[in-house]
């Protein structure tokens, strides 16, 4: 049967070429203009949207980048053929499992080969943080596990495609002030020095969680807000570079940089791999408002669409995954945790920074959701043609 018939109605063949016109345009508009921001996609919830409509959401808001926590096969496949950039997770408590080989290759072969290329997986994180904790066992097993995972990617021929890096706290540096002084602790230098070297060789980044929040919740009273905010300040200058931040974040990522440069290495890149605001906290919580959230990403987002660089590398474009797409309510810790999103649960922007996001009110099967998209898209021509 004709593809107009089945309506019910004869179209000329016009009028369905506008129908397919109108519905292949809407599916570019989905793919075009995509923002260099990335968003990370946290689960420690037991009220989130399920991935199929977190899709629409974050397609909605043409995020081009997003990073997991582990490589939940439902997200992953929520994504297929959307051009959105992924990068999945291996856990801490994974981490020790992977130094063999074998394991290392039967987890790429189970999370990640499987959706390539149609989901376009480019980078697996080994460990978060695990420079923060105490655990001496892990610490020394993070190396091991990055390069058995490496070493499976290649004998899978995926090297090249899928790059392996692990995500740090600010917290492993020794010395952040001035940017140019910038330098690791003494005790995980040991950890970091080797891993550096990995980094170099596979063109891997070195990614960082940085949250100036932090700094000013610690000591309100010497550390400037608009310093923190992005908003104008005299900023800071570097007595050693004759360098001026305006930004504490800016700051922060060139003195990693310069901790990286002293023990040998100019050619790791950067990468933040979270940075928030939250819009709640507890009563110590100093500056954990939604204003301030808001006035935070805003202005954070600004300068990632201007691409802008930081003092030491002007040129180099920032790369910054937000944190995080959800307020989750599981999370422990202090409330400022469980408030970072952007979103509640329902899709509700926490506070507007501009972002424009839609969130399907209910969960569709991808055959039914295509069609009832197409027969809005029909209707719409329909009415445009009648009108005309």
Excluded at 322 to 331: D, S
Aim: proline fraction near 9%; charged fraction near 15%; glycine fraction near 6%.
């Amino acid at each position: 049967m004709a593809a107009a018939g089945r309506f019910g109605t004869r179209w000329p063949p016009s009028c369905f070429l506008v129908v397919v016109l109108v519905v292949l345009l809407t599916d570019q508009v989905l793919r075009a203009e995509a923002l260099s921001i990335g968003i990370n996609y946290g689960q420690i919830a037991d009220n989130l949207p399920s991935p199929s409509r977190v899709s629409w959401l974050l397609r909605s808001m043409q995020v081009s980048k997003v990073k997991l926590y582990d490589a939940d096969p439902y997200v992953l496949s929520a994504f297929l053929n959307t051009d959105v950039e992924f990068v999945v997770g291996i856990g801490n408590e994974n981490v020790p499992a992977m130094v063999d080989p074998a394991a290392a290759q039967a987890w790429i072969q189970q999370h990640v080969q499987p959706y390539l290329p149609s989901t376009r997986i480019t980078c697996i994180t080994v460990g978060n943080e695990v420079f923060k904790g105490t655990d001496t066992a892990l610490k020394a097993s993070l190396l091991p596990a990055m390069q058995s995972v490496y070493q499976a990617l290649t004998a899978l021929g995926l090297q090249g495609r899928v790059n392996v890096t692990t995500a740090h706290s600010l917290d492993i540096m020794g010395s952040s002030y001035p940017p140019s002084a910038g330098a690791f602790r003494p005790d995980v230098v040991p950890y970091i020095q080797p891993l550096l070297s990995f980094l170099s060789m596979t063109k891997s980044p070195f990614l960082i969680n940085c949250y100036p929040f932090f700094a000013y919740k610690a000591d309100p009273n010497s550390v400037p807000l608009e310093y923190v905010l992005f908003q104008p300040n005299a900023g800071v200058t570097d007595p050693n570079t004759k360098l001026n931040y305006d930004n504490m974040l800016y700051a922060q990522i060139d003195s990693v940089y310069a901790a990286i440069q002293a023990l040998g290495h100019t050619d790791i890149d950067v990468k933040i791999s979270e940075t928030g605001w939250p819009s709640r906290g507890d009563p110590d919580e100093v500056g954990a408002t939604p204003e301030y959230a808001g006035i935070y990403i805003g202005n954070l987002l600004q300068r990632i669409e201007m691409k802008q660089g930081t003092p030491l590398r002007p040129s180099v474009p920032i790369d910054v995954y937000v944190f995080a797409l959800f307020n989750e309510n599981l999370k422990p810790g202090p409330a400022s945790e469980r408030n970072y999103g952007l979103f509640y649960p329902d899709g509700t922007p926490v506070y507007n920074v501009g972002l424009r996001a839609y969130l399907p009110p209910m969960d569709e099967s991808e055959g039914t959701r295509k069609a009832v998209h197409l027969l809005a898209l029909i209707s719409i021509a329909s009415i445009t043609l009648i009108l005309s």
